[in-house]
C-alpha cells in the first residue's frame, strides 16, 4: 500500500471536513499530486492538484474558494481542507500521487483505495 488516505464522512452542507493523504515510507518515493473525485454514475475529475514542483495549486472552478490544497513535505503528506460543502460535492475522493518506485525499478502512478464524501441537506 502506497497511500493512506482518511478524512471523508458524512457531513451537512455548510460544513467542513480535511482529507489527509499519506505516502507510505516503502521502496515508493512518489509525492502527491492532487486530489480527484467521482460521483456516482460520472467521471472522475480533478479537485485540486499540485503545479510547477509545488509552488502552485489549480482547483476545479466549482470548488475555488471553498477548498485549499495544501502538504507537509516533511511527512510526504497531503491535505484538502473543504470548507462549506455542498450537496454537489458527494463523491468519493482519490489522491494521486507520482515518482519513483525502488522496487519496480519504475516510475509509477498510484492511487488511493478512495474516502467517500457524503453532503445531506
Known amino acids: 500500500v502506497h497511500l493512506m488516505e482518511s478524512g471523508g464522512g458524512l457531513v451537512q452542507a455548510g460544513g467542513s471536513l480535511r482529507l489527509s493523504c499519506a505516502v507510505s515510507?516503502?521502496?515508493?518515493?512518489?509525492?502527491?499530486t492532487g486530489w480527484y473525485r467521482q460521483a456516482p454514475g460520472k467521471q472522475r475529475e480533478l479537485v485540486a492538484a499540485f503545479r510547477n514542483g509545488g509552488r502552485d495549486t489549480i482547483y476545479h472552478d466549482s470548488v475555488k474558494g471553498r477548498f485549499t490544497l495544501s502538504g507537509d513535505s516533511a511527512e510526504n503528506t497531503m491535505y484538502l481542507q473543504m470548507n462549506d460543502l455542498k450537496l454537489e460535492d458527494t463523491a468519493t475522493y482519490y489522491c494521486?500521487?507520482?515518482?519513483?518506485?525502488?522496487?519496480?525499478?519504475?516510475?509509477?502512478?498510484?492511487w488511493g483505495q478512495g474516502t467517500l464524501v457524503t453532503v445531506s441537506s
Open positions: 494521486n500521487a507520482a515518482g519513483y518506485d525502488a522496487k519496480s525499478d519504475r516510475f509509477l502512478e498510484v
Open positions: 515510507k516503502t521502496t515508493f518515493s512518489g509525492k502527491p
